[in-house]
């Protein structure tokens, strides 16, 4: 079975820049090639909600209006890794953040409902 790993969070002051990351593994006869990654962060007390997501063979991205322009997603199919580059972080970016895989090659989602594989997620802090 597929198997997401989130790392990269930590404490940063606002402005500053975390990059996460998210290693995936377990594949049988495929590939991170065939698998649209998504992030989702949950801050305390909220829902969580989507942030980021690019989709099998990294043809495609989209964002969240409240990150974009800030983060970047990317993809490195050779090291079955996923990044999320975090810049001008703000207090409001402060969650849990969840790396998650879509098998749905030709999905791009911002709906938690159709990832199916989800990692254990990792706690950023913005202080102000």
């Known amino acids: 079975e597929v198997q997401l790993q989130a790392s990269g969070g930590g404490l940063v002051q606002a402005g500053g820049s975390l990059r996460l990351s998210c290693a995936v593994s377990g594949f049988t006869f495929d590939t991170l090639d065939d698998y649209a990654i998504g992030w989702f962060r949950q801050a305390p007390g909220k829902e969580r909600e989507f942030v980021a997501a690019i989709s099998a063979f990294g043809g495609n991205i989209f964002y969240s209006d409240s990150v974009k322009g800030r983060f970047t997603i990317s993809r490195d199919n050779s090291k079955n890794t996923v990044s999320l580059q975090m810049n001008n972080l703000k207090p409001e970016d402060t969650a849990v953040y969840y790396c998650?895989?879509?098998?749905?090659?030709?999905?791009?989602?911002?709906?938690?409902?159709?990832?199916?594989?989800w990692g254990q997620g990792t706690l950023v802090t913005v202080s102000s």
């Open positions: 998650a895989a879509d098998p749905d090659t030709l999905a791009l989602s911002d709906y938690e409902g159709e990832y199916d594989y």
